[in-house]
Structures are given as structure tokens and as C-alpha cells.
């Protein structure tokens, strides 16, 4: 029997943004990656190639977290559903650290302002 786990959205792949670190210890880096039903496990996890499975994304993170010092590693999940043919298990290992974090997280797409429009009224709970 399979089971589906209804998901929201999906996060990213390595973008390489560099975090405070002193001078003695190396830079550490934020690492996204995405996962949509669309993808493809044989693609980089990247926003525009992203991965099919959750599994996918998941291994991907151990790997990186083995080779690179990181900050913060997040994976984000687009809309549809996953169908998993096995439970999906996550460890210790998969948890992060004081010193990185791992999140899995819906993907929420920015929304385009269409139109606007600059209000004379005061803010609301101003005095008068």
C-alpha cells in the first residue's frame, strides 16, 4: 500500500552565502534545496532542477553537511502530493547541530503587487 503526504512547497540548493565566521575558522555557507512531484532525483536540487523525492532531498543534506562547514541548510517542499512507498525515516543525523540547522519547510512563492496606491490615513492604533 502506498502512502501520501500531502506538501506545500520546496526549498533550494546551494546558494553560497557567507555567514559571519572570525578569521580563524572558515566561512560557513547557507544551502537550499528544492523538491517538487515534477522533478527529477537525477537533478541538483536547484529552484529551476529540482529534486522528485524528499528522500532525495535528505541525502542530499548528509552529503553536504559531511563536506562543507554550514550554517544553515533548509529544504523546501513545492504544492502536490509525494507518494512514499516506504516511511520516510529521519536521524539524529538529519536534525542539524548548535552549529547548523536543517529545515524542511513548504515553499511559499512571492506574490506580485499588482497595484498600490499611497493611503493619507493614519496608521491604525495611532493616536489621533
Do not use: K
Not at 73 to 92: K, Q, S
Amino acid at each position: 500500500m502506498r502512502a501520501h503526504l500531502p506538501l506545500v512547497a520546496v526549498v533550494l540548493i546551494a546558494s553560497t552565502a557567507v555567514l559571519a565566521a572570525n578569521e580563524d575558522e572558515p566561512p560557513l555557507a547557507q544551502a537550499d534545496f528544492y523538491v517538487s512531484p515534477a522533478g527529477d532525483d537525477t537533478d541538483p536540487g536547484t529552484f529551476a532542477r529540482p529534486f522528485a523525492t524528499i528522500e532525495r532531498a535528505r541525502d542530499a543534506v548528509r552529503v553536504l553537511i559531511a563536506q562543507v562547514p554550514v550554517a544553515e541548510v533548509r529544504v523546501c517542499l513545492r504544492g502536490g502530493v509525494y507518494a512514499l512507498d516506504r516511511t520516510l525515516e529521519l536521524g539524529p543525523q538529519d536534525s542539524g547541530t548548535p552549529a547548523h540547522g536543517v529545515t524542511y519547510a513548504r515553499y511559499i512563492p512571492a506574490r506580485r503587487c499588482a497595484s498600490w496606491e499611497r493611503s493619507n490615513s493614519r496608521p491604525i492604533g495611532s493616536p489621533r
